[in-house]
């Protein structure tokens, strides 16, 4: 065993000792999910074949305990390491890795990267760049945090990053500083920058200020980093401006040197691409230009946020007990987990015929109301009023128990759903009931003509059911968004893109 090897022994040791001495709420709000040594290996052998000859000048702005720069000792040979410098923030892995590495030549930094000045001497600067940065989503930073970090971004690549950019963002806009000409740089993010509209920012710095050389994207439901359910992307760009017809790589699953597919894709699809996901060979752009969709018939609404479901959502004995009146309950569907069947079936008095009904308490009178004419109902209000009343949902609404108000429609769309054997994604559900929903699904409002074609005939609705259910997953995908372990999610803006070009031939059978 070498001399690296035993180092990366007691790294990983080292690793897993800090990792346990912070509680996982720690780890999340500081991003702090470590490198797999392996997939580190990967990295660095990749990026020595794209540099394949000179000295280089190595840089991690967000080093942890090492794990790239200890598959840079083991992947390159050392005569081409001119310097390594490494940045980490938080002393509890900062320490413990200037001891691990301190007969090395890494030049170790314990400060915050993002507050660092860039080297104004282009030979200061790094020709390589490899960083797995903190996972730290925008409502863990303060708010004077983002405007530093906006401010800073601005002036490094003329940029402004969006309020609800990650911190791995903003890592990525500042190391533009850090970079000599032609260098390369290789980030391990999140995937969920291609497809929302925080990340537009990002993408135009990608496509403008650097070329973008690669984006490889792991398969969902091969989670990267064990502990945080993220979907992981590599994107890799040299820090030069992009020649004419430029075209970018995208790969997608198995690993960076053998992917399940790839593809070349224009820069010029990619400026006006909303999502990138796409893009991936087995994934085709979502909308053809022109097509309809969803958007064009239904308007899509979340379920109901009530702020509180254990306290406002109940069963019919629970209800009994607590003494509420029928008048101040309202059917409402189970969440996705506990329905099992995709068509809701009613009963005479429009109540949904399954095995847990459930109702929901939205009351429209007054307090003074409720104590006079429904005194059990009051107590009720008045038990949980402590820990409800002041919730942020609760709080926003008058009078505090009250519900959005939500009608019963025929047609409903799980909010988040994981990959099935059967390869379907999201589910529609026809619901025959009165039953509303909670903001685990998504209600699907039938816009005119549609309205008109179905007239709440059922059985017309059901042929319209029948075509949303038949919406591939590779639809559901180029549209919506993936985290990791496979869990795909759709806002009601995404679903309504989702294209549809089968209605209109309906409404013209």
């Known amino acids: ?90 002393p509890h892995y900062g320490e413990p890795c200037r001891a691990l590495w301190s007969q090395t030549p890494l030049q170790l930094r314990l400060e915050d990267f993002t507050a660092a000045e860039a080297p104004g001497a282009e030979a200061a600067r790094y020709d390589l760049l490899i960083c797995n940065p903190p996972y730290v989503r925008h409502h863990h930073l303060p708010r004077a945090a983002k405007l530093r970090l906006q401010l800073r971004s601005l002036l490094a690549t003329g940029l402004r990053l969006s ?6 963002a903003h890592f990525i806009t500042l190391a533009h500083g850090w970079m000599s ?79 399940k597919t790839r593809a070349m894709i224009a820069v010029s699809r990619l400026q006006s691409a909303a999502k990138w996901s796409a893009f991936s060979a087995s994934l085709p752009p979502a909308r053809p230009a022109g097509a309809a969709t969803l958007g064009d018939y239904f308007r899509v609404q979340r379920g109901v946020a009530t702020g ?33 069947m995709d068509e809701v079936p009613a009963d005479a008095a429009g109540n949904p015929q399954i095995a847990r009904p459930l109702w929901i308490l939205d009351c429209r009178l007054s307090e003074r109301e409720i104590r006079e004419r429904h005194p059990a109902l009051w107590r ?33 769309c799980t909010y988040i759903a994981r990959g099935r054997r059967d390869g379907r994604l999201q589910r529609f559900i026809f619901n025959r009931s009165q039953a509303i929903a909670a903001n685990s699904y998504l209600m699907l409002y039938p816009r005119e003509p549609l309205e008109r074609f179905i007239r709440r005939d059922a ?8 075509l949303l259910s038949r919406v591939g997953p590779e639809v559901i995908r180029g549209c919506g968004r993936v985290y990791g372990g496979g869990l795909y999610k759709l806002e009601p803006k995404e679903l309504a893109n989702v294209p549809m070009p089968q209605l209109d031939q309906l409404l013209r059978s």
């Not at 897993?16 to 797999?36: I, K, V």
């Not at 609760?394 to 009608?407: G, I, K, T, V």
């Not at 059985?459 to 029948?466: K, M, P, S, Y």
């Open 308 to 340: 509180a479901n254990g306290f406002f959502i109940m069963s019919g004995q629970q209800a009994l007990e607590r003494g509420i009146p029928r008048q101040c309950l309202r059917a409402i569907l189970p969440g996705p987990r506990y329905l099992p």
């Open 1 to 90: 065993m070498s001399a690296i090897e035993r180092i990366e022994q007691r790294r990983l040791a080292l690793q897993l000792s800090c990792d346990r001495l912070r509680s996982a709420q720690q780890r999340n709000r500081m991003g702090q999910y470590a490198t797999p040594g392996e997939l580190a290996g990967e990295l660095l052998r990749y990026a020595r074949a794209l540099l394949p000859g000179g000295a280089v000048r190595f840089l991690d702005p967000a080093i942890g305990t090492g794990s790239f720069y200890a598959a840079l000792l083991r992947e390159w040979p050392h005569a081409r390491i001119s310097s390594a410098t490494g940045f980490e923030i938080d």
């Open 163 to 168: 309020g609800r950019s990650g911190l791995y």
């Open 181 to 259: 000409a032609n260098a390369l740089a290789g980030w391990l993010i999140p995937g969920e920058f291609m497809d929302v509209n925080y990340g537009h920012a990002l993408k135009q710095y990608l496509l403008r200020s650097v070329t973008l050389l690669r984006i490889h994207r792991f398969d969902p439901s091969e989670v990267q980093f064990g502990d945080a359910l993220v979907s992981s992307a590599i994107v890799w760009f040299r820090n030069r401006p992009p020649g004419s017809g430029h075209k970018v790589e995208f790969s997608y699953g198995g690993t960076l040197s053998e992917p």
């Open 459 to 466: 059985e017309r609705a059901r042929l319209v059911w029948q």
């Open 380 to 412: 009720y209000l008045e038990a949980g009023r402590p820990q409800v009343a002041g919730g942020y949902l609760c709080s926003r609404r008058a009078p505090w128990y009250a519900q959005e108000l939500r009608a019963p429609t025929f047609f409903l």
